[in-house]
């Protein structure tokens, strides 16, 4: 089973918050701009959803 | 029939709280009680982004998870009182709620400017969606806007006005904008910034009356000058929200006083097995800092909080063989903020403010830069301007304090 991320890039505001909660997922780049691997093992999900509470802008989702 | 666990309060915390219930295995009732009537929504962006932009619920409304579909929502409805003796609160339409637990997510108010001519249209605070939606149809072009106040929401607004064509002047006690958290330097070239995108400071300042008959027209300052406006927002900070515990034993000398549980404490200094406190009321030590408890008005400590009584109480609910483990387990969240005026991206970690040095460590200060913040030579904060990842750097140092 694998999990879809989506960011919204025309919300997110590269705070960088989700970063910490998944450390697989999120990170941000030399820019310091947001980059994300957008598919992932199930097993990341409650990290994506701990992601997706501390946005700032509530710009990530999962899609089911 | 099962009691419910009660929550008093449905913004963020309220929201999270009961996401982490049921996280944590909890399958029984949930009851949230919140005097707004708007399902949880997300409030830093009412003094930035939303602010700027058009200002609506479903702008800032957080998605709801299917885990808290059947999460019985009272809203714009205010509990009024607590009786933790028989285990009800009682709200502004009379009808009593019984629980098994009381999560108390109850927040902050903006404390408001007291002068004698005070009864006047064209004031506003920045909390609430409906705050947000009042300020935002003032911020028209060449409004004359006088901001009170100068911390993290003054500035913020400060800023948002200006860019949306204000007039707009800044009236506070201090020396510096928001030099209490972030230092003299840093705080004098925010100022600077400011400054230079035309937003005016009157510092050592205040406001002793409002000048108008049925609008604000003017302010009076404590120098005798004279300031005249059409728009006045009062960001001087917050009252916790704990009328409604008053007469039980709890200590809500400053907020909700906690143990690192979030249980409530009463005043003789034991602790109630089934009151929580969560997010900005919640007074509680952080082990990373010291033994003091405090609140903590940033943007993580509602989540954070909240998965903590999730965990407690979840195991709690359920009987679960690990209860006594899951209490001794240190809960120590790093402080995280971040703010955003003109071209300034803030972003910070730790308590600043309890620092007794602060000096620039990476960068310039007239560019993006980045400070640390001592207490006895151990850091305890970090704040930058751009920098982002440095900034990042930092924060797992400051979470290890704790062990």
Known sequence: ?64 | MTKPVVIVGASMGGLRVAEALRRFGYTGPITAIGDEPYAPYNRPPLSKEVLAKEVSHEAVAFAQRPATEDVNWVLGTRVVSADLEHKTVTDSNGDTHAYSALIAATGLRPKRLQVPNGDLAGRHAVRTLDDAIGLRAALVPGARVVILGAGFIGCEVAATARKLGCEVTVVAPGVHPIVRPLGVELAKEIQRRHEAEGVRFLMKTTITDLIGTARVEGVQLDSGEQLDCNVLVEAIGSHANTEWLEGTDVDITDGILTDNAMRAIRTDGTVHEDVFAIGDVARFANPIFDEVARRVEHWNIPTDTAKRVGQVLGAKLNSAENWPSVLDEQFAPVPSFWSDQFEMHILAFGLLALADEVKLIHGEIDGDCVFGYYRAGTMVGVCGIGLRSTVQGYRAAIGSLAS
Do not use: W
Request: aromatic share 8%.
């Open chain 1, 1 to 64: 089973m694998t999990i879809k991320i989506d960011v919204d890039m025309t919300k997110c505001q590269h705070y960088g918050q989700c970063v910490f909660e998944a450390p697989n997922i999120f990170r941000l780049n030399n820019d310091d701009k947001l980059e994300y691997t957008a598919e992932a093992d199930d097993s990341e999900r409650a990290n994506v959803e701990a992601a997706i509470d501390v946005c700032p802008m509530q710009a990530i989702f999962i899609v089911e």
